[in-house]
């Protein structure tokens, strides 16, 4: 599946933005999807998925209570909802998808095998 991240940009904190990463090719209800996240000089980081089964998104504890994602299969696309942003949010964020997924590897990027180009977000204090 080919994805496109999108929405992101420059935000003052305690603002907020909505990413979209629309998908095409194949069917998308198949895949489970993710947003990570790579600040600079540091690793990319897990930030939140939906399963393909039950539509539950899971988040890393960093931001449970301040990101809310969500998908909607008929459009192809999963939405990444971020409230009260910090500074430290600031990274480019990407979607990943993939159809071999366990709950126990949703953190590992290598699980996911399709990936989008990444978005900037910035968060000025």
């Known amino acids: 599946v080919q994805l496109q991240a999108s929405g992101g940009g420059l935000v003052q904190a305690g603002g907020s933005l909505r990413l979209s990463c629309a998908a095409s090719g194949h069917s998308f209800s198949r895949y489970t999807v993710a947003w990570f996240r790579q600040a600079p000089g540091k690793d990319r980081e897990f930030v939140a998925c939906?399963?393909?089964?039950?539509?539950?998104?899971d988040y890393v504890d960093s931001v449970k209570g301040q990101f809310m994602m969500s998908r909607d299969n008929a459009k192809n696309t999963v939405y990444l909802q971020m409230n009260s942003l910090k500074p430290e949010d600031t990274a480019i964020y990407y979607c990943?998808?993939?159809?071999?997924?366990?709950?126990?590897?949703?953190?590992?990027?290598?699980?996911?095998?399709?990936w989008g180009q990444g978005t900037q977000v910035t968060v000025s204090s």
């Open positions: 990943a998808a993939g159809t071999r997924l366990i709950r126990s590897t949703i953190t590992r990027s290598v699980a996911y095998s399709d």
């Open positions: 939906i399963f393909r089964t039950n539509n539950i998104p």
